[in-house]
Every structure is written in C-alpha cells, then in structure tokens.
C-alpha cells in the first residue's frame, strides 16, 4: 500500500469575525440552557438531563473560547502592528541611506 501524498498545497485558513462568532455560539448556549430550565421535571422522568447539562456545558466552554479568541485576536493585532513598524523603520533606513553624500561621515 502507498503511502499518500497530496497534490497541492492546503489553501490559507479562513479569518473572519472569530470573536462574535464564538460569543454569539456562547449566547446560544447559555439560551438554550435558559429555556430548558423550567422543563428540568420533564427531562428527568425521561432520562434526558443531559440535555440541559450539555448546554450548560456549552455555555461555561464558550466563555473560556471567548477568552481564548479575544487574546488571540489581540496578539494578531500586537503582531501586524510590529511587522508594520518594522517595516517603516527599514523603509526609513533605506531611504537614510539613499541620501548620504559620498565621502560625508554620517556619524557627524
């Protein structure tokens, strides 16, 4: 059996409105909990608890991802912002350096 390879290269991740995402998915969930609540009776005779608990469950694991995402989304932010200052100051320097006069010390 070969082993497999693949044919081309995997496309670029998908960026989007990460944080809203997963705090409208955490709001779901922690909705979803809300309104089974008053049917928590009826779960029970039938065995179904695990219901509610799942959405509660849902809702607490959402806030850790709310968490998570915003940091990332934070330290994508931190990150462009030195890539750009980094390069403003390498463009700044090439200039500087197209601008000395021959023969001139630049340290005077």
Do not use: N
């Not at 179904?48 to 915003?70: E, P």
């Amino acid at each position: 059996m070969a082993k497999w390879t693949p044919k081309h290269e995997a496309p670029e991740p998908l960026e989007g409105p990460i944080v809203a995402t997963i705090t409208g998915g955490t709001i779901l969930w922690f909705a979803l909990f809300v309104v089974q609540l008053p049917f928590y009776g009826w779960f029970a005779d039938r065995g179904q608890l695990w219901w509610v608990w799942t959405c509660a469950a849902g809702g607490f694991l959402g806030l850790i991802g709310i968490w998570y995402v915003r940091g990332r989304d934070a330290a994508l932010k931190r990150h462009a912002a030195a890539e750009a200052k980094s390069a403003a100051s390498a463009k700044r320097d090439e200039r500087d350096e197209r601008h000395e006069r021959p023969g001139q010390d630049p340290q005077a």
